[in-house]
């Protein structure tokens, strides 16, 4: 699993994270790591976006995109700073430890950056639901005073909340829309720095306290049924036990 | 369809591995764009012969429609190499809106870029990095294409005026630029060292174009005559020294090919996705026809093709970024990249079969757009002919 996370910084940072494309392995011991581009998963874009956002509006000093994971995903980290993100911290996770990272250790990672960051405001994408906070599935976030005030997208409809910061909020797909890093940005990217960290350094113990004993991909969709009439339609739900 | 193949594509590494992090970041910049702006909207663009103002003024917020012009003019401040993938990538999605940005570039900015003074890049260069103005290049005539050095458009100067007159063929952008370069004689009997290069801006007094020609492909651009009768500009809008125009037009378009260039490979590409998607789904035989060898072997000679023209044209422009002579190496990029995009995309009708010659597939619109890419910007004859100098002065006695 590969996560990305961005940390904003008002006089702190926001962080987002993020999860990319998987596909299961032949062997069904995992996902398939090798090869796959760690490209930013479009929750994280949108994350990404809206901490640039912020940075526009001077609500925001400084905006730190994180990463955890191995060497490539430093790429995703770029892409943030071509965004527009000021600097990078890459968490160095790799190999074994890499395949058995879960959500309780990166929670750890992002949770001992965060305090060594004095980070007021994590933006995550929404894939990642382990993060306890009521910032969840964010439309609109709105900065008033030291509070923060976000529109979230609930079952019933839409919520509008004040959460005292520091605080974790997680972007939902009708946030924005995030821009194409721009040729200039991307130059100035290259500038921008990006610290390496490892797990030790933040204090957290990445081993693994799960053993996955297999993974399966999700079965394949069955061809459905055509009926000519809506009674042939209650007869095949009658047949199947569904009614 | 398209779109799924593009990401399966952006899981392997291999093909952007070789490019630095700065060109493969920009590259995929380019190529997320194409995929979602342009591609959806190509075969409409084509139907209704339409210039893609919204996504030229787009490209230009992205520094893309002046690659190589430094930011303290405007421009994005990055080197041609970039600028060729950028050019590549945005073909494959659109080949209309390829060539309205290559033109932009090498054709128009390229020459001021190169040969303008302070006061000149100032005025003709800034505007038109922004993607609100797009500039044009007006080289060929009614009466000489390839027979460049030909120029029968005059140039004379009255008082403090020059007075241009004649007429100017198959100019792209013309129908939507603010600006052009225009070359004319200034002194007839140097033949081509008599020839000036001038900048005229769009709309002008003495300046009107012809109708919009109804072309096989490429649609989305417009390509026009501009007349000039009686057109009078300031002296000051000479663009380099009096008689240096035929070196100019020949300098700008030795750079101009390798746009073109990568527009045929972003071509030649579009096609072969077609056909590789294709490949898999139709099934013909009891099996999906990517398992019969007479569609392999196309499918290996189309991406080989572009491969190869490919390498040519990464090497062109890596040699003119390190201020080498890359001449010949231009021609050689421009004449396999253009050769491969008729080949790849002619051979992508045959795999797709009916449905290549339907509009319900882009296959047919890359066939149409490929034609071009032999015939500007120097012709597959002109291109032979410049390498084959090049070759003979290698060996001279």
Redesign the interface.
Known sequence: MHLFSMFLKFQHHLYCLCLPQIRVKPDHTGVVTDGVKHSMNPFCEIAVEEAVKLKEKKLVKEVVAVSCGPQQVQETIRTALAMGADRGIHVEVSGKDYETLGPLQVSKILAALAKKEQADLIILGKQVADFRDSGTFASEVNIEADKLKVVREVDGGLETIKIKLPAVVTADLRLNTPRYATLPNIMKAKKKKIANVKPADLGVDVSSRLEVLKVDEPPQRQAGVKVETVNDLVGKLKEAGTI | MTLRLWHRQ????TQLAELP??HQ??R??CR??AQKELAPIAAQLDKDHKFPAKQVK?LG????MA?EVP?SLGG???DYL?YCL?VEELSRGCASTGVIVSVNNSLYLGPILKFGTEEQKKQWITPFTTGERVGCFALSEPGNGSDAGAASTLAQQEGDEWVLSGTKAWITNCWDASATVVFATTDKSLKHKGISAFLVPMPHPGLSLGKKEDKLGIRASSTANIILEDCRIPLGNMLGERGMGFNIAMQTLDSGRLGIAAQALGIAQAALDCSADYAHKRTAFGAPIGKLQAIQFKLADMALAIESARLLTWRAAMLRDAKKPFTKEAAMAKLAASEAATFVSHQAIQVLGGMGYVTDMPAERHYRDARITEIYEGTSEIQRLVIANNILKEYQQ
């Not at chain 2, 917020?61 to 893309?64: D, E, K, L, P, S």
Request: proline share 0%; charged share 15%.
């Open positions: 952006s899981l392997m590494t992090e700065l970041m920009m995929q910049t997320d764009y787009e917020a992205m520094g893309v690659v930011e994005a401040g990055m970039a950028a």
